[in-house]
């Protein structure tokens, strides 16, 4: 078996990486996802090494189980043994929760309004002189939040840009919002990840992270590369 493991290893961590990568975070947000996903991930290992050793232990030595009540096992097995693992996962998860909340006062954020219709992006950048608009692109400036609210003319959709930080729906007849944050350049892809008709899988877009100075002046001329 591990010269097996070995060979495919290698092509399931492949899949960790990518510009739409949840694994491969380009900012704050994404980063704090990301390293409570690992954290799930070992726990989870952990508690699946306890189990199967529980498992092995009555397989080969049967005597040892036959000696516990079913009580004891239940108590133990089934209550304090995942309890630890458990407390551990829940503080982390609210720790890094707080990384996702957009305060009051953080920043000069961008506003972007997003408008989602079957099957694409736009993107209204509110505030900005001409209110510009791209579509299936969302040009961002790097080390700055940016506040998207999204908005949908027809049914629900949900953006998320994996890279960059977690999903929001996009509901008719609601404005619902998220902060984004990048700290690096670079393109990272956008889609939509709440399942919206036949054209779900194609209703993808793409994140453009600019230096500041860059952004600006793409900025002022509507985004016209």
């Given at each position: 078996?591990?010269?097996?493991?070995?060979?495919?290893?290698?092509?399931?961590l492949a899949g960790c990486a990518?510009?739409?990568?949840?694994?491969?975070?380009?900012?704050?947000?994404?980063?704090?996802?990301?390293?409570?996903?690992?954290?799930?991930?070992?726990?989870?290992?952990?508690?699946?090494?306890?189990?199967?050793?529980?498992?092995?232990?009555?397989?080969?030595?049967?005597?040892?189980?036959?000696?516990?009540?079913?009580?004891?096992?239940?108590?133990?097995?089934?209550?304090?043994?995942?309890?630890?693992?458990?407390?551990?996962?829940?503080?982390?998860?609210?720790?890094?929760?707080?990384?996702?909340?957009?305060?009051?006062?953080?920043?000069?954020?961008?506003?972007?309004?997003?408008?989602?219709?079957?099957?694409?992006?736009?993107?209204?950048?509110?505030?900005?002189?001409?209110?510009?608009?791209?579509?299936?692109?969302?040009?961002?400036?790097?080390?700055?939040?940016?506040?998207?609210?999204?908005?949908?003319?027809?049914?629900?959709?949900?953006?998320?840009?994996?890279?960059?930080?977690?999903?929001?729906?996009?509901?008719?007849?609601?404005?619902?919002?998220?902060?984004?944050?990048?700290?690096?350049?670079?393109?990272?892809?956008?889609?939509?990840?709440?399942?919206?008709?036949?054209?779900?899988?194609?209703?993808?877009?793409?994140?453009?992270?600019?230096?500041?100075?860059?952004?600006?002046?793409?900025?002022?001329?509507?985004?016209?590369?």
């Open positions: 078996m591990f010269p097996a493991v070995l060979l495919v290893a290698p092509v399931l990518g510009d739409a990568s949840a694994l491969d975070p380009a900012g704050p947000g994404a980063r704090a996802i990301a390293r409570l996903w690992w954290v799930m991930f070992f726990a989870a290992i952990v508690l699946f090494a306890l189990v199967m050793g529980l498992f092995a232990l009555v397989m080969l030595k049967p005597s040892v189980g036959a000696r516990l009540p079913a009580g004891r096992w239940i108590l133990w097995g089934g209550l304090v043994m995942p309890a630890p693992v458990l407390m551990a996962l829940l503080l982390v998860s609210l720790v890094q929760g707080e990384h996702l909340l957009a305060r009051e006062g953080e920043g000069d954020p961008l506003r972007v309004e997003a408008h989602a219709r079957q099957w694409q992006w736009e993107f209204h950048y509110v505030g900005a002189e001409g209110g510009p608009v791209t579509v299936g692109v969302l040009h961002m400036p790097v080390d700055r939040p940016v506040d998207i609210v999204t908005v949908s003319a027809d049914v629900i959709h949900s953006l998320w840009v994996p890279a960059l930080g977690g999903k929001i729906d996009a509901v008719p007849g609601h404005r619902n919002h998220v902060r984004l944050v990048a700290d690096r350049t670079g393109t990272f892809g956008g889609l939509c990840a709440e399942y919206c008709g036949t054209g779900h899988t194609t209703m993808r877009f793409e994140v453009k992270v600019h230096e500041a100075g860059a952004f600006l002046d793409l900025l002022e001329r509507d985004f016209a590369e």
